[in-house]
């Protein structure tokens, strides 16, 4: 895997900004804009450069880019030759904060052993070589904490701390002679492995939760009426007061509180990404409302608002690594907020029960489609996958709520249990409440065999993942019992439908799809006591990879007799959480399949349509086109599309629904998160239930 193929944008200022607003209108790399005059000569100590790297010699003064944006890296080559042992600081003042290795080039013989020493500064830190050939392990903050390595042959060795590598925490070891550096990662030669595909797998969901919640305007708005505008207008100073910042990331956002089933990515009009006020504008980067569906399910709600719970669980870890200009703390009690008015709208409504929009009475049986324009139900049918989906949010936030926030300032929490110091709250129940009462009705509405008769054995799989994320988070003993008996039961009639070979029988149209989430499902329910189905789980996604893995096309066949493959966002996201589960709680070798099956799926064949300015140079194999000109008159948003089909016998890639569907797209954002976790360090917990439940600092 040649990383010098990945460079990553040194996320500040308006780039960080479009980053989050998934578009932009200006590729580029980032490199530095250097007038130095280096000679190149990387062996000698020399004050040449201008500090970005680019002077006039032959190039290896910046190591082809590689140093580009960091900004401790001034043209100095630090000579320790004739040393047996050197020591780099890790955690030295750069970057806009202690995130740089100190010094950043050094060039010492072969057989010098290199002793990287952290300060305790800056946060946790690792060290990554370029090539993942050596790596100090998870990120840690302990002063005096060191790992070494020795280098015996002629190299250029480079490296980089996975969490601040965006912010250009990056360095070189020179041995010798110089020269590339030997790829030693388990004989994978391809330009794209498996950090790549789990970055890219963080940006496009980071790209698709943002544009939806904050950017398309494809839902109900917020705010929808005066209660909601008094709400805004007291909450939004105490948010960016808490925030430490005066002003929102993004000018006139077009936020939603409930999103629409469907819409059409397509801009409307010229996007503006960086106004007189530096910050996109929001009211340039609306979709075109009449070709929205206008409807509202319990599935959209859902995955929407658990991506943002999850974002917001994922920002406490890293505010040291993100730039002000992001505004972190005050986006996560954006998105908190916006999950607590959705919970309103859905079940509560003013706080009193019986007139939530999308529930049936004083009931926690969730009606299936609701347009609210005309206050009018579209569809009354209770449907399983649609209350897996809000089982798994409210559980979620559940834990963020149970856990001070995870550290947020949360102004008020519009779904009180308890009276406040002022002892006024007009509501009776809390978010722990809510999540028991819908874990309750959902459990006494579906038996597992009725699930399996109403929708298929892909869907007793999404509840069996589901209810074990509810189990951690039940709010009493016997709540957690239950959880577990019904966990067993799922099993159970999951059993009755796998065959021998593994094949769970009476899925989804996507056979891979259904081994995939039926494999999660027994994972993720096995973190329950009682619950033991990993031998099951085994079967299940060994199934997936030896039977429906298809090396030459580089994607999981749909069926071991199809020519044709069609491949939905759900689809992705089913087989994604199979893989995700595989590598995290089974182990099994899966990585190389992952890094294939994204760059072939996901880039080549165009499910997801745009991305920000490339993070791959062009001499990347597959990249994808910039917003604006990724189709439209102005353009597309970077969202995925609904469905691609990939032919077989033609070796070809083609996009046959490109509306944006949210259930499908934002489920797969979520198990986009907790397999794409900047290659392995930046989400806690992989998305296993209980795992990401507790504040890391």
């Avoid at 010098?4 to 996320?11: A, E, M, Q, S, T």
């Amino acid at each position: 895997m040649q990383q010098n193929r990945r460079r990553f944008l040194h996320l500040s200022g308006a780039a960080a900004l479009a980053a989050i607003a998934g578009c932009s209108s200006t590729g580029g790399n980032g490199n530095g804009n250097g007038n130095g005059n280096s000679n190149g000569d990387t062996t000698t100590t020399t004050d040449s450069g201008n500090g970005n790297g680019n002077g006039n010699g032959d190039g290896t003064a910046s190591f082809d880019g590689w140093l580009d944006g960091t900004d401790n890296f001034d043209g100095t080559v630090v000579d320790a030759t004739g040393e047996s042992q050197v020591t780099i600081d890790v955690g030295a003042s750069a970057n806009g904060g202690s995130f740089g290795f100190a010094p950043p080039v050094v060039t010492v013989d072969p057989g010098t052993t290199v002793v990287w020493e952290w300060t305790g500064d800056g946060g946790v830190h690792n060290v990554v070589g370029e090539n993942m050939d050596f790596r100090s392990g998870d990120p840690t903050g302990d002063a005096g904490n060191t790992f070494e390595q020795t280098f015996e042959d002629d190299a250029t060795v480079k490296y980089y701390c996975n969490p601040h590598r965006q912010s250009g925490m990056k360095g070189v070891v020179v041995v010798g002679e110089g020269g590339e550096a030997d790829d030693t990662d388990d004989g994978d030669t391809s330009d794209y492995g498996w950090e790549d595909a789990t970055w890219d797998s963080y940006w496009y969901s980071l790209y698709n939760m943002s544009t939806n919640i904050a950017m398309s305007g494809n839902g109900v708005p917020f705010p929808l009426n005066e209660q909601m505008e008094q709400l805004q207008s007291q909450r939004m100073p105490a948010m960016l007061e808490a925030a430490d910042t005066d002003r929102p990331p993004i000018n006139q956002p077009n936020l939603t509180f409930a999103a629409f089933t469907e819409g059409d990515p397509s801009f409307t009009q010229q996007p503006v990404l960086e106004d007189d006020t530096g910050r996109p504008d929001g009211t340039t980067l609306a979709w075109d409302k009449s070709k929205s569906s206008g409807v509202v399910s319990p599935s959209s709600l859902a995955w929407t608002h658990l991506k943002g719970v999850t974002w917001a669980k994922n920002f406490e870890t890293h505010f040291e690594t993100l730039p002000a200009e992001i505004a972190a703390k005050f986006r996560a009690q954006l998105l908190t907020t916006l999950a607590q008015v959705g919970i309103n709208a859905a079940i509560l409504v003013g706080g009193s029960r019986g007139n939530g929009a999308l529930t049936h009475g004083d009931s926690f049986e969730f009606l299936s489609q609701y347009r609210p324009a005309e206050g009018q139900i579209e569809d009354e049918t209770r449907r399983p996958h649609h209350h897996a989906a809000m089982v798994w949010f409210l559980s979620d936030i559940t834990s963020l709520a149970q856990n001070g926030w995870f550290g947020y300032v949360n102004p008020r929490p519009l779904i009180p249990k308890e009276a406040g110091a002022d002892g006024v709250f007009d509501m009776d129940i809390g978010i722990q409440e809510i999540a028991d009462g819908v874990a309750e009705a959902t459990m006494n509405l579906f038996t597992p065999e009725e699930i399996v008769e109403m929708e298929s054995t892909r869907s007793a799989g999404l509840m069996l993942a589901a209810i074990g994320y509810y189990g951690t988070q039940a709010g009493s003993e016997e709540a957690t019992e239950s959880a577990a008996d019904y966990a067993n039961d799922l099993a159970d009639e999951l059993a009755t439908h796998v065959e021998d070979s593994g094949r769970v029988a009476d899925g989804a149209a996507n056979q891979a799809a259904t081994q995939g989430i039926v494999g999660q499902g027994l994972l993720w329910a096995g973190q329950l006591d009682g619950v033991d189905r990993e031998s099951l789980a085994s079967d299940v996604l060994g199934y997936m990879i030896d039977e429906l893995w298809d090396e030459q096309a580089g994607t999981f066949a749909t069926g071991t007799d199809d020519d044709v493959y069609t491949i939905t966002a759900r689809d992705a996201g089913d087989v994604t959480g199979g893989i995700n589960a595989a590598d995290a709680v089974l182990d099994m070798d899966v990585r190389d399949i992952y890094a294939r099956y994204f760059n072939q799926t996901f880039n080549r064949g165009r499910l997801q349509r745009a991305e920000r300015p490339q993070s791959r140079d062009e001499s990347a194999e597959y990249t994808l086109p910039l917003p604006p000109a990724a189709g439209g008159e102005y353009g597309q948003a970077a969202v995925y599309n609904a469905e691609i089909e990939y032919d077989t016998t033609a070796d070809e890639w083609s996009v046959t629904d490109d509306s944006f569907d949210t259930e499908g797209a934002l489920y797969l954002a979520n198990q986009d998160i907790w397999i794409g976790q900047w290659a392995g360090d930046f989400y806690q917990g992989r998305g296993v239930p209980g795992e990401s439940d507790t504040p890391p600092n």
